[in-house]
C-alpha cells in the first residue's frame, strides 16, 4: 500500500508515500516480475501480507506473515560488483516502521515480562 523513501546515500528513513508515487519501482500489489527495479525500502502493508518470488518455471518461494508485522523491508542486493549483484533478495517481515524508536511508528513497548510474538512462514513453490 505504502512505501517510504530512503533519503540521500545513506538510505536515511523519508517520507511515506503511496507506492503509485512511483508504481514501476513499489507497486507489486498485482504480481509482476521485479526487472530492473532496485529497491531498498521499507513497505507498510494493510494487515497481513505476502511475498511469492519465482523463476520463469513456476519454482521458488513464498513468504507469509500476520497483521503484526505491517512493514516489511525488501532489499533487491544490487551491487556494483557482477559477481555480488542481484545474488539474492531479502524480504523482512517488521513489526514497526524504520527508525520507530525515534518516531514511534509500530514500536512494540514491553514492560518486564511481557511479550510480544509474530508470525511469519516460508514455504517452496512449484
Not at 500500500?1 to 528513513?13: N, Q, T
Not at 516489511?72 to 533478495?89: K, M
Amino acid at each position: 500500500e505504502r512505501v517510504m523513501l530512503a533519503d540521500g546515500d545513506r538510505l536515511l528513513p523519508g517520507d511515506t508515500v503511496a507506492v503509485e508515487h512511483d508504481p514501476a519501482r513499489f507497486d507489486f500489489r498485482a504480481g509482476r516480475p521485479i526487472g530492473s527495479a532496485e529497491i531498498d525500502h521499507a513497505f507498510e502493508t494493510a494487515g497481513a501480507g505476502s511475498v511469492l518470488l519465482t523463476d520463469p518455471a513456476g519454482v521458488g518461494v513464498r513468504m507469509e506473515w500476520d497483521a503484526r508485522s505491517a512493514w516489511v523491508q525488501v532489499h533487491t542486493a544490487d551491487r556494483p560488483e557482477p559477481e555480488l549483484h542481484r545474488a539474492g533478495l531479502a524480504v523482512e517481515p517488521m513489526t514497526c516502521a524504520p527508525d520507530a524508536f525515534n518516531s514511534g511508528s509500530g514500536l512494540v513497548r514491553l514492560e518486564p515480562g511481557e511479550t510480544h510474538t509474530a508470525w511469519c512462514a516460508i514455504s517452496a513453490v512449484g
